[in-house]
């Protein structure tokens, strides 16, 4: 099974791919096309204001990576098992507000993500009809009506990726936009305690509670203004893997009530989210509470299903992907947050949901100053490595296997 990113920039100047066995992927795109080294992979560099492009330093890998058919493959491809499971549909971030906020394309991933989304729980719910059509009247067969709606729903939902509004999909397939988009958003790893803080554990919780809802807040005006152009509202709940504890429930709505999730495990299966976005923070600390909680399958269920949309920012990528090393690398996260595993080495092969198969790795925030250290970490990586900057946004698509690649322009290169 071959992985196939497309590597799309920010404004359309063009595109490349490279073919690889194990690799690096960190190549925001360029203009021309390149012949390159057959043992390395380059790190691209695009200037926005001066519109020239350079290779940076080229970093030697492990296996060999060879580069080929530029203007015709645009796309990386990578060995992955027939049998890996992927999520149906979501986004791999370092940053919201350097990587999705500033990039309009990711806005399109996310509005056509959650539309696709929003008809497959339509899907579920008129599935549920016929069933039950079904086991109260054998003899006169399924509900028609029901199954008609299925077709077209299934129609619609192939159309997601080309129609060019894919908003009224909803309205033509008649999907109860009056319900809003529901968000289910998950700020534990912000929530770690720094074993070496000047600041009482109250003061720390206060002060990421206060930072987990600002960085909420942001989400909930680019999902509305941005996203869903205010034709559909959005309701929200932060959820806690910790303590499976629900707060700050909040609609965009001002008419009719509003029925929120008692806790974590209602908010999963009866409350139904169509988008589940997992913070950045400390990776072990999330890792921990999500197995402390049994909360893992949970997530696989709805990501991989595509009954909700999945958006993992930094930490929340980490443990989307194969293994949790990565987290290890920069000595950013500080292991110490979990009693019984506080060295890095404790958390060597760690695995992850696999969410992108399992030859994936996910390593955040990626820049020049790591090249060295990621050169260093790959001589002994068995596992392929996507690497992201703060402007670099993914959407994966399970379905085609594939990953598109979105660079938005870094303020500091215009």
């Not at 999520?87 to 399109?108: E, K, T, W, Y």
């Not at 958003?185 to 930072?211: F, H, V, W």
């Not at 260093?376 to 490595?385: P, R």
Request: net charge neutral; hydrophobic share 35%; with cysteine.
């Amino acid at each position: 099974m071959a992985l196939r990113v497309d590597m799309v920039p920010f404004s359309p100047r063009g595109s490349f791919g490279v073919t690889a066995q194990r690799s690096l992927l960190y190549a925001p795109p360029c203009t021309q096309q390149r012949q390159f080294s057959p043992v390395k992979t380059h790190v691209i560099r695009q200037d926005y204001g001066r519109k020239n492009y350079e290779v940076s330093r080229s970093l030697r890998l492990h296996a060999a990576i060879t580069y080929k058919d530029f203007a015709e493959s645009n796309q990386i491809a990578l060995k992955q098992s027939a049998s890996s499971s992927w999520m149906r549909h979501g986004l791999l971030i370092s940053s919201f507000s350097d990587g999705v906020a500033p990039n309009p394309q990711a806005h399109d991933c996310l509005r056509r993500g959650l539309v696709r989304t929003m008809l497959l729980q339509t899907v579920a719910q008129a599935e549920e009809q016929v069933e039950s059509s079904v086991k109260f009247s054998p003899c006169a067969g399924p509900d028609v009506t029901a199954v008609d709606r299925m077709l077209d729903l299934d129609t619609a939902i192939k159309e997601v990726d080309n129609h060019p509004g894919p908003l009224s999909l909803l309205l033509a397939n008649n999907c109860d936009t009056s319900n809003s988009l529901r968000v289910l958003y998950i700020p534990t790893a912000m929530y770690a305690l720094r074993p070496d803080s000047e600041n009482t554990p109250g003061k720390q919780r206060q002060r990421a509670r206060a930072d987990g809802k600002k960085r909420r807040d942001e989400l909930v005006r680019l999902l509305q203004n941005d996203v869903l152009h205010d034709r559909i509202p959005v309701e929200i709940v932060t959820l806690d893997f910790d303590d499976g504890s629900i707060k700050q429930p909040e609609s965009t709505s001002k008419e009719g009530e509003t029925t929120y999730p008692k806790d974590g495990k209602e908010a999963f299966h009866d409350w139904d989210p169509h988008l589940i976005y997992v913070q950045g923070g400390n990776t072990f600390w999330l890792y921990h509470c999500m197995q402390k909680g049994n909360w893992t399958e949970a997530l696989l269920e709805r990501a991989r299903s595509g009954r909700s949309f999945y958006i993992g920012a930094s930490a929340g990528a980490i443990v989307a992907c194969a293994q949790v090393d990565t987290a290890c690398w920069k000595g950013w996260d500080d292991p110490r947050v979990v009693p019984d595993r506080t060295t890095y080495g404790a958390w060597s092969k760690t695995p992850g949901m696999c969410l992108l198969g399992n030859e994936v790795c996910f390593f955040p925030h990626m820049g020049q100053e790591w090249e060295g250290l990621i050169e260093e970490k790959l001589q002994d990586q068995t596992k392929d490595v996507l690497a992201l900057r703060d402007t670099d946004v993914c959407f994966i698509d399970g379905a085609k296997r594939s990953i598109r690649w979105f660079t938005a322009p870094n303020p500091q290169d215009i």
